[in-house]
């Protein structure tokens, strides 16, 4: 799987990037994405993240995390689609500001924040959702398995 990483904040370790790289392929290879999937995952800053909560999700306020799905198709797109084509899953985008201050909140490490933020996005972009409570329960039951092979607890 190919992962685009894009550093807005300037201040994101090479270990934490690799950490994300790692579980995200980890992750991958246990959901059976396909290996030539692409993803983009971009670290931001609060104020970053609430303008994009704002134009795309009606909600001004900063997130954590805010997942963009290329495999969803909304009524009126065209599928895109060929052999040769890479599958581009999708953008996460996560606030390094928000991660740090429930990695504080939650009395857990950033490291483990992070990659919670990173996994979650990520499984938004392969169709898990949290709208009611049964998905969310599939949902956060998949992370936990996840992390938990990854070798990162609470």
């Known amino acids: 799987m190919m992962i685009d990483f894009q550093d807005e904040t300037g201040v994101v370790a090479d270990g934490h990037i690799e950490l994300v790289e790692k579980l995200l392929t980890f992750a991958g290879k246990?959901?059976?994405?396909?290996p030539d999937a692409?993803?983009?995952?971009s670290f931001v800053n609060n104020e970053q993240i609430q303008v994009i909560n704002r134009d795309y999700r009606d909600k001004d306020k900063p997130t954590?995390?805010?997942?963009?799905?290329?495999?969803?198709?909304?009524d009126e797109e065209l599928e895109?689609?060929?052999?040769?084509?890479?599958?581009?899953?999708?953008?996460?985008?996560?606030?390094?500001?928000?991660?740090?201050?429930?990695?504080?909140?939650?009395?857990?490490?950033?490291?483990?924040?992070?990659?919670?933020?990173?996994?979650?996005?990520?499984?938004?972009?392969?169709?898990?959702?949290?709208?009611?409570?049964?998905d969310e329960k599939k949902m956060f039951r998949r992370q936990d398995e996840i992390l938990g092979e990854f070798g990162i607890e609470r």
Do not use: C, T, W
């Open 30 to 34: 246990a959901e059976k994405v396909a």
């Open 38 to 41: 692409e993803v983009s995952i």
């Open 80 to 134: 895109i689609v060929g052999e040769g084509l890479p599958v581009v899953l999708g953008d996460i985008i996560i606030s390094i500001d928000k991660a740090k201050e429930q990695a504080e909140e939650y009395n857990h490490s950033f490291e483990r924040e992070l990659a919670f933020l990173a996994l979650h996005g990520f499984l938004h972009l392969l169709g898990y959702d949290h709208m009611n409570a049964e």
């Open 64 to 74: 954590d995390v805010i997942s963009f799905a290329m495999q969803e198709m909304e």
